[in-house]
Nanobody, 118 residues
Framework: VQLQASGGGLVQAGGSLRLSCAVS????????MGWFRQAPGKEREFVAA????????YYDDSVKGRFTISRDNAKNTVYLQMNSLKSEDTAVYFC????WGVGDYHPWGQGTQVTVSS
């Protein structure tokens, strides 16, 4: 399984972006998917996740109500819709997969840069 994240860019505060993570392989529906981010000088942090079996979603408090994670199993893709972006959302965003929703997230995508200008 390989992951390819895309959709990052430069946006003004208050704007929106949609990140995509395309997953190769035929077992995408068996993976819970997560989005993480890493800002300069900071550790990587959890942003959002979606279960493989019931599509339940989970969010860090900092993005609740602004970000939405979703998946399209027919397209082997997970999305992160980001609205009302803030300068503190600036980071490299990574997608990651977790088989059957257990254990560590592995593998990881290469990351896509999101820059929010204030």
């Amino acid at each position: 399984v390989q992951l390819q994240a895309s959709g990052g860019g430069l946006v003004q505060a208050g704007g929106s972006l949609r990140l995509s993570c395309a997953v190769s392989g035929r077992t995408f529906s068996s993976y819970s998917m997560g989005w993480f981010r890493q800002a300069p000088g900071k550790e990587r942090e959890f942003v959002a996740a979606i279960n493989w079996n019931d599509d339940n979603t989970y969010y860090d408090d900092s993005v609740k109500g602004r970000f939405t994670i979703s998946r399209d199993n027919a397209k082997n893709t997970v999305y992160l819709q980001m609205n009302s972006l803030k300068s503190e959302d600036t980071a490299v965003y990574f997608c990651a997969a977790r088989l059957w929703g257990v254990g560590d997230y592995h593998p990881w995508g290469q990351g896509t840069q999101v820059t929010v200008s204030s």
